[in-house]
């Protein structure tokens, strides 16, 4: 059985310029999660889907970060403009349902670097 | 609020030897705790999770955890660890926030196991 897939693994853009991220879960997994992992911190996340609705978004800096998960399925993670704060590791991960007892499946992440 | 600490931010430890990563954590409810390991450039993988029952959970790898209520402490054990065994350790809580499941991580712990 295929993991959760990332891409990229690594990116490396200018400050304001966008990037996306795009994840794709394990199948038949309904819930869909994205953690930002600082330098030395732990994963915190930022949004976590049940199928396409967004049901916790509540630490997404909307200002300039959107994400979408169009068909329940893929999900892709944005950022416009980038900031020098940016850069971290965004980890996707994926489980069967929500509830606590779940495990969560993350993928490799992607490493952001922001110049 | 939940929260975690991870008091060591790194362990080192010769091969062969037993291990302690300490984990603490606050919550004002009943918790799930769980124990994840990040090898370098991969994501998170659960070691084990408590979620009801025996307080000493036994995992993947021959770690173990004992779930102590009383000094809200979930501590990992390896009574003799290898090389593979290098990695970043995460402790993290969880329990039912609207419906919904978050995980909340500490800080992690380095641990480097050396010949």
């Known amino acids: 059985e295929a993991g959760v897939v990332q891409s990229p693994r690594y990116k490396i853009i200018e400050k304001k310029q966008p990037v996306a991220f795009w994840c794709n879960p394990i199948s038949g997994h309904n819930t869909l999660y994205w953690y930002l992992q600082n330098l030395g911190q732990g994963p915190e996340l930022l949004i976590r889907?049940?199928?396409?609705?967004?049901?916790?978004d509540s630490q997404l800096p909307k200002d300039r970060f959107s994400a979408e998960r169009l068909k329940g399925v893929d999900s892709t993670l944005k950022i416009q403009p980038a900031e020098l704060g940016d850069s971290a590791v965004y980890l996707c991960?994926?489980?069967?349902?929500?509830?606590?007892?779940?495990?969560?499946?993350f993928g490799p992440g992607t490493r952001l670097t922001v110049t | 609020a939940q929260s975690v600490t991870q008091l060591d931010s790194q362990v080192p430890v010769f091969e062969e030897a037993p291990v302690e990563l300490r984990c603490n954590y606050s919550?004002?409810?009943?918790?799930?705790l769980f124990w994840y390991v990040q090898y370098p450039n991969q994501g998170l993988q659960l070691l084990l999770k408590y979620l009801s029952g025996s307080t000493l959970v036994k995992g993947i790898n021959g770690f173990e955890a004992e779930f102590n209520k009383s000094q809200t402490s979930f501590h990992l054990r390896k009574p003799s660890v290898h090389i593979s065994d290098t990695a970043e350790y995460f402790c993290?809580?969880?329990?039912?926030?609207?419906?919904?499941?978050?995980?909340?991580f500490g800080t992690g712990t380095q641990l480097k196991v050396e010949l």
């Open positions: 993290a809580v969880s329990h039912l926030t609207g419906g919904g499941n978050k995980l909340t």
């Open positions: 889907y049940e199928n396409e609705e967004a049901v916790d």
């Open positions: 919550s004002s409810v009943s918790v799930y």
């Open positions: 991960a994926s489980s069967f349902q929500t509830g606590s007892h779940y495990e969560q499946y």
